[in-house]
Every structure is written in structure tokens, then in C-alpha cells.
């Protein structure tokens, strides 16, 4: 990347971490390398729910289509620690994926009533004058971050709540049709 277009990049991103495309070469690769701070991080994974977030990073480039719409390309980085859904432990996660967004002049939202009908193709966003990277990173971060994260090791422990005076209530017992299919084996015998 030659110096004006390192020099253009670092005037494109402007606070907080927007990316006006006016600054930008049109013909070539728009390169960015994101690191938010400490208080970023902090921040953002209060917001996700995350216990820690560390090493977030979201690097890669933008180019103008011959179309007119832009193109990023990014590898997002992130280490994330959340409760174990099952013995609320840490659970520590390295995220390495790849993001991907074309931002076009054609974007048009789907309607509600056909979101049953959505193709999947989550790539797309509209085309704007400006483009706020913390909103790609968090968006691509909350999507990358695992659902229920859980400890290779953790497992839950069997509780028996009866009221007093009760017998436990026997994992056959919640199973109405074992008992047919022991009636089952004694009508074959």
C-alpha cells in the first residue's frame, strides 16, 4: 500500500471508528486494521454478556466494485470468556472467522411479512456515505460468539426434588411408554 493510501485510510476512519468512503482510493485496496482498547472491549462484552474480551482485532479491506457498490473483506480475531452453560465455569473461546459485507447501492430491506422467505444471504447491507466498522465488528463478534458455551468436562449433576415423605420420582416414571414396551417383551415371550 503506498503512503497516500495509508494516509487516506487513517483520514477515512474518523471517531468513532467510522470509515467515510469519499477518503477512499476507488480503485484500490482500502486496507484496515482495527484493535479497540481495553474500554472498548470492556464495553462491548458488557453488552454481548460476555465475562472477558480480549485480543479483538478486525482487519482486512474495502474496494469499489465496478458496479459502484463496496466490498469488504475481513478476518475477525477475538478471544471471549463466558459462564458454561451448564456448571457457569469460564469457558474460554478463540474466535478466528472470516467477515464479509457488500454494501450496496440497490439494498433494499426485506419486508416483514417475507422474512419466512429470506434467502440467507446476511451479507448485504445498504450503501451510505460512511460505514461504521464498530457496528460490522460487534455485529460479526454477537454472530461468531458460541450459543451455549460449555466446558469439555462439564456435566450435570442428577437432583431428586421430592416433597417430604415421597419416593423419588424413578427416570422410568417419566417415560410413559417404557412400561408398554416391557408388557411388549412379556406378550412376545
Not at 91 to 104: A, C, G, K, M, N
Amino acid at each position: 500500500m503506498t503512503k497516500s493510501a495509508d494516509k487516506a485510510a487513517a483520514v477515512a476512519l474518523g471517531a468513532p471508528w467510522i470509515l467515510r468512503l469519499r477518503h477512499l482510493d476507488p480503485k484500490g485496496d482500502n486496507r484496515f486494521d482495527m484493535r479497540p482498547d481495553g474500554a472498548v472491549c470492556r464495553d462491548l462484552a458488557g453488552f454481548l454478556g460476555l465475562s472477558a474480551l480480549r485480543k479483538l482485532r478486525l482487519t482486512g479491506t474495502l474496494q469499489q466494485l465496478e458496479n459502484g457498490d463496496w466490498k469488504l473483506d475481513a478476518m475477525l480475531g477475538a478471544t471471549v470468556v463466558q459462564p458454561c452453560v451448564v456448571t457457569d465455569e469460564p469457558v474460554t473461546t478463540r474466535l478466528d472467522v472470516p467477515v464479509r459485507r457488500i454494501f450496496s447501492r440497490n439494498y433494499s430491506p426485506i419486508p416483514e411479512e417475507e422474512e419466512s422467505v429470506f434467502d440467507g444471504n446476511d451479507e448485504l447491507e445498504p450503501l451510505r456515505h460512511e460505514i461504521d466498522m464498530m457496528a460490522v465488528l460487534s455485529e460479526s463478534l454477537s454472530l461468531a460468539i458460541p450459543d451455549y458455551p460449555r466446558k469439555a468436562d462439564g456435566t450435570l449433576e442428577k437432583t431428586v426434588a421430592t416433597p417430604p415423605d415421597a419416593a423419588p420420582i424413578e427416570e422410568t416414571d417419566t417415560k410413559p411408554f417404557a412400561s408398554l414396551a416391557q408388557l411388549r417383551e412379556k406378550l412376545q415371550k
